[in-house]
């Protein structure tokens, strides 16, 4: 189950203005992936492509050989039955209730009978907490309930893909969470390709395999988390962190003035630690999840300290006390590692490479040898790290 | 760019053109396979009859009155009272009862069809729709179509029956016309293909107005503002093809069909 997704050299625009420009990413078989960007980039618009929505102005989207901006139309409606997609208000049909609406694709794609449609269909509500609601119409419930809805019509074809339009917007905290959990869950279980574009910093931390971030009108960075995670470059690292200082600013970028202004404001303080990954509730673990800090090891980059205990989560990342003395604010581990895709396009597959084959989860005594072993490496870069070493790396938070 | 802004009300109209013919062919092959979405159809066009059968009503008797009285006046003044009658049914059935049920297809029906297609639009129903592989022309815009175009010849017949019992009224009780030279004289310059050239005429401004108001919603600019200004669009468009539309079909139709002599 899932299906590679590979995006080359896309473009958009929308009369004179540039939506995005080459982008180029694959998104690995069975993994799931996040698309972040401040408001505006077009990272709706990016996922609309992926299902053939839109047309790019050039560019192609590969999805089982089959390039969907130039399918013909038979074509792309087999290729969009791969697909399962939650918009953002979940894109119920007005006029059913919540049954008709998740029995909808049933009814129309295959031949089940009545008693198997509505086992099915309460099976997917069930999954999704809906029980109770069937009957109700898509006005009569809550923004919540409807995007759960959405979601439950998008999984009852069992799809080998699955896009989630900001599945966060306008949840409470512990909604959200509950829908990341089920996220997680679900790619467990059904392995489909999944891409999540979000605003959710939080989401964006914890769930994903891969983070891919869109600014400026082109892809600044794709690649597995730990690698965005542990990210010196700029945007990365203000976005990712949800920080003021970094080249976006309100409006949209900031000026040379206030970036200069921002640079004599001293160093900038510390990444937070990289949380833990989300596990699937049955403790099973996924096949394409990679074990804590492989990336890390891989590139020998350290992470920041208290990553991956759990403790440095989000939430509480700003209570995390700052280890001292970290004077550049420059890249300190360009070494080789993080790899910045400023407009270039050799950035896919650098991680489906190794990821892939890792079905059985490495146990953790690896990881933690690789951490500490990036701790002793001569790097060149990490001699800079004057101080701040406990030993990082502790995955006790899984399980 | 200057290229864009010269090509783009011929993109506007060929995709307009396009998706007519989408609706076109998707119409005979969901007939043919059986999808045919009769329930949509029908509650379409009963909500399109709901809506305009009153307003028809209520516009068709002044109109009637109105070409009564005016016929009425003139054909006095020459002497020729006893073909009032033939001269209203001639005006009404020919050119006034398409063209106000194609009014109030497409200000009624057309702008209902237009704000419910384009708020489905911004709701991401309509791409939720073709996500599940499911076409929203054959879905939605044909058995709009299919109603409107329905509703329209049956609208038709109602202005005209109105209309006609209007101007009848009026020429009998303010004009003190004679009842029975008024009934005498309808079929004096009026004949069968003028009803027929009635009702082709309100089929396809039917399916104009229900065309125009689904491009039209199909293709709003830009959140709930273009969804109102699409409705908007579609109606005062709709009403210049009609005219259009109206003034080509006259044409062919007295090329094609001779004409009565008294």
């Known amino acids: 189950m899932g299906v590679d997704i590979k995006v080359e050299g896309l473009t958009k625009s929308f009369g004179r203005q540039v939506i995005w420009e080459n982008v180029s990413l694959t998104l690995p078989k069975g993994e ?40 013909s139309e038979r074509e792309l409606y087999e290729v969009r039955k791969m697909f399962g997609v939650l918009f953002q208000d979940g894109a119920l049909f007005g006029s059913m209730t919540i049954f008709d609406n998740v029995a909808f694709p049933l009814r129309e794609h295959t031949k089940k009978n009545e008693s198997d449609i509505k086992r099915i269909v309460m099976e997917k509500l ?29 999984l009852v074809l069992d799809p080998e ?33 999944m891409l999540i574009v979000t605003h959710d ?13 869109l600014y400026r009108r082109h892809l600044a960075m794709f690649g597995p988390r730990e690698m965005l995670l542990s990210s010196q470059e700029p945007v990365v690292r203000q976005f990712l962190n949800a920080r003021r200082q970094g080249p976006i600013g309100m409006a949209e970028e900031k000026d040379a003035a206030e970036l200069e202004a921002e640079k004599d404001q001293g160093e900038l303080p510390p990444l937070p630690p990289i949380p833990p990954q989300i596990e699937p509730s049955n403790g099973q673990g996924r096949k394409t999840q990679r074990p804590a800090g492989q990336w890390l090891k891989e590139n020998n980059v350290e992470p920041p300290p208290g990553s991956f ?38 950035n896919d597959g650098d991680d489906d490479g190794d990821g892939d084959g890792q079905t059985q989860r490495l146990r953790r005594t690896p990881a933690r040898k690789s951490a500490s072993k990036a701790t002793a490496a001569p790097a060149k870069t990490a001699s800079k790290r004057a101080a701040a070493k406990k030993t990082p790396a502790h995955k006790k938070s899984d399980e | 760019m200057s290229s864009s802004t010269i090509a783009a009300p011929f993109r506007q109209s060929g995709s307009f053109f396009a998706l007519c013919l989408d609706t076109f062919v998707q119409f005979f092959r969901s007939v043919r396979h059986g999808r045919f979405q009769w329930r949509e159809a029908i509650e379409q066009a009963w909500f399109i009859a709901s809506v305009t059968i009153l307003p028809t009503a209520l516009v068709s008797i002044p109109f009637g009155a109105v070409i009564a009285l005016q016929i009425g006046n003139l054909s006095r003044q020459v002497g020729a009272q006893s073909f009032t009658g033939s001269a209203a049914v001639l005006a009404i059935v020919r050119e006034a009862a398409p063209i106000v049920c194609a009014l109030l297809i497409s200000g009624a029906g057309g702008s209902a069809i237009c704000a419910d297609l384009g708020s489905r639009k911004i709701r991401d129903e309509i791409d939720a729709m073709e996500v599940l592989g499911i076409s929203p022309i054959e879905r939605l815009v044909v058995p709009r179509v299919i109603a409107s175009m329905f509703v329209a010849v049956l609208l038709n017949g109602l202005v005209s029956v109105v209309g006609v019992i209007g101007g009848y009224t009026f020429n009998v009780l303010l004009q003190h016309g004679t009842p029975g030279a008024y009934i005498a004289s309808f079929t004096a310059l009026a004949q069968l293909p003028d009803l027929y050239v009635g009702e082709f005429k309100a089929l396809i401004f039917g399916a104009l107005a229900a065309l125009v108001a689904s491009y039209k919603g199909l293709n709003p600019k830009g959140g709930p503002k273009g969804v109102g200004d699409a409705v908007n669009q579609s109606v005062i468009i709709t009403f210049m093809l009609l005219f259009v539309v109206n003034f080509v079909v006259t044409t062919i139709y007295f090329q094609v069909i001779p004409q009565k002599a008294i």
Do not use: W
Request: aromatic letters at 4%; hydrophobic letters at 35%; charged letters at 25%.
């Open chain 1, 126 to 154: 069930e999954l999704t907490g809906l029980i109770g609601a069937e009957s109700k119409l898509p006005g009569e419930i809550s923004g919540g309930m409807r995007k759960r809805a959405g979601l439950a019509r998008a």
């Open chain 1, 32 to 71: 799931i992936s996040v698309l972040l960007g401040p408001s505006g980039t077009g990272k709706s618009v990016f996922l609309k492509h992926l299902v053939g929505l839109l047309r790019p102005d050039r560019g192609h989207v590969y999805i089982e050989g089959k390039d969907v901006p130039n399918v």
């Open chain 1, 201 to 213: 910093i939080n989401t964006a931390r914890t769930v994903p395999d891969n983070i891919g971030l």
């Open chain 1, 309 to 346: 205990t759990g403790e440095g989560s989000y939430a509480n990342s700003a209570a995390v006390t700052a280890p001292p003395a970290t004077t550049e604010t420059k890249q300190q581990r360009e070494g080789g590692s993080v790899r910045l895709l400023e407009r270039d396009r050799d």
């Open chain 1, 161 to 193: 893909i699955l896009l989630f339009d900001e599945p966060d917007s306008g949840l409470d905290p512990v909604r959200t969470a509950y829908l990341n959990q089920l996220i997680v869950d679900l790619n467990a279980q059904i392995e489909a390709t």
